[in-house]
């Protein structure tokens, strides 16, 4: 089993995901690598990180996250930090968006309440310890037009959150929500110049935030932050104050 504590990253492959990689394995974590597709890019992750391993699964299964529970039981042993990254978005107005596109879109968050259900029964209640960390996003809270299921899906993460913080209250389990702005990711790059322009006018800081400087929220948040629980920090440049 690992002799030091283990970090679990939803969506760990790219983006926000894989500055959260880098992040909890600079902080003496052992990490594990979460990805549905980007096989590739989890295996480059991986080898510049050394410090963790690749774990495979669609968050839309549940078999699926059954399956991988059960390896990060022979992988582990333990899971101490859950960090719920994995999110993707369908874009449409509510008159052209099907109802099976809704669907989709609501699936990652059921799949996400049922991994950290899994997670909490086998792993962090067993050790009365453990960080639940949910990346949500600042369009949960002011909303962003032809994203409504998406921010729908986002504020409910931040609910979730607050919800399960009473419940685990007294478990020595801390349940925190970082709700990120406008950032560097693959999303963000195919934005054209003059919607780039548009958003950095509603942020104080004049520009767009880095993966990094979400993953410090949450390094701080699974080593740290002892007397924190039930929060959403907002990490957006003041393009929302919370």
Known sequence: ?????????????????????????????????????????????????????????????????????????????????????????????????????????????????????????????????GRVINISSVVGHIGNAGQAPYTMEKAALDAFTKSLAQEMAGRNILVNSVAPGVIETDMTEELPPEVKEKIMANITLGRIGKPDEIAEVVAFLAKKGTYITGSVIHVNGGLYGG
Not at 18 to 35: K, M, Q, S, T
Not at 41 to 57: M, V, Y
Not at 61 to 87: F, H
Request: hydrophobic share 45%; glycine share 8%.
């Open 1 to 129: 089993m690992i002799n030091k504590p283990v970090a679990l990253i939803t969506g760990g492959a790219t983006g926000i995901g894989a500055a959260c990689c880098r992040a909890l394995v600079a902080e003496g974590f052992h990490v594990g690598i979460h990805y549905r597709k980007s096989a590739e890019r989890a295996k480059n992750l991986l080898a510049e990180i050394k410090d963790g391993f690749l774990i495979q699964a669609d968050l839309t299964n549940m078999e699926q996250i059954d399956m991988m529970v059960a390896k990060l039981k022979d992988i582990t042993g333990c899971v101490d930090v859950l960090v719920n990254n994995a999110g993707h978005s369908i874009n449409a107005d509510i008159l052209s968006m099907k109802i099976e596109q809704f669907d989709e879109q609501r699936a990652l968050t059921r799949g996400i309440w049922y991994l950290t259900k899994r997670i909490l029964r086998q792993f962090m209640l067993r050790s009365s310890a």
